[in-house]
């Protein structure tokens, strides 16, 4: 198995423009999961999805972020208008979510963004 | 308020066990502790994970007292190559939550 993919792994891009952020999780888990790491903030939980269905929304920063999980094989992270403060690398996660036991998530390589 | 706080930092030598503890006072009864292990550049990897007692893989231990507010990581005769960040992470079922600790890094030196 690959594991999971994120697209593009760096991205540079100007305030005020519109940044996409890709991740396809490992086929057959159904829990998928987008975190921001900062210096400053350490690893923060922004949305999660279970089934395709967003359960925990309550990190999102604002509304300038969007999340969607349109099928089990794909999600994207949007935020728009971008601002500086959003530099930070975003991580996508995914999971199998079976039973009572709190299954170990697997992270993707990271995506790496810096807006100037 | 669910919370999980651990050390920021800790240093140790070659060949040492290290400790490295989690508070998570808001633990309610069906919650999980886990741990991930953080290199530069990469996204964190899984290293164990417990809901009571003790729990013992191949690379690490990981205690949980009765009261389950706190949880220790348990790494035996460390190596240069477990520098690295370590983090705590409590799935709160009650809130649907998952929250991270802020990380502890560990640095081992020779």
């Known amino acids: 198995d690959a594991g999971v993919i994120q697209s593009p792994r760096h991205e540079v891009t100007e305030m005020g423009q519109e940044v996409t952020l890709r991740c396809k999780p490992i086929?057959?888990?159904?829990?998928l999961f987008w975190y921001r790491q900062t210096m400053m903030r350490g690893l923060e939980l922004l949305i999660y999805f279970n089934n395709n269905v967003p359960i925990d929304d309550s990190g999102m920063p604002e509304d300038r972020f969007s999340a969607k999980m349109p099928n089990a094989s794909f999600s994207t992270l949007k935020i728009q208008p971008s601002e500086p403060r959003d530099s930070a690398v975003y991580f996508c996660?995914?999971?199998?979510?079976?039973?009572?036991?709190?299954?170990?998530?697997?992270f993707g390589p990271g995506t790496r963004l810096t807006v100037l | 308020l669910a919370k999980t706080t651990q050390p920021i930092s800790m240093d140790s030598y070659e060949g040492q066990e290290v400790n490295i503890t989690c508070s998570h006072n808001?633990?309610?009864?069906?919650?999980?502790i886990t741990w991930y292990q953080q290199f530069p550049s990469q996204g964190p990897r899984f290293i164990i994970q417990?809901?009571?007692t003790k729990v013992t893989n191949e690379v690490a231990s990981l205690f949980i007292p009765a009261d389950r507010k706190s949880s220790t990581l348990s790494l035996p005769r460390v190596s240069l190559s477990d520098t690295a960040v370590y983090y705590c992470l409590v799935a709160y079922s009650s809130a649907s939550k998952i929250i991270f600790g802020s990380g502890t890094r560990l640095s081992i030196r020779p």
């Open positions: 808001n633990i309610a009864t069906n919650d999980y």
């Open positions: 417990g809901y009571k």
């Open positions: 996660a995914s999971r199998i979510t079976s039973g009572g036991a709190y299954n170990e998530q697997f």
């Open positions: 086929s057959g888990h159904n829990s």
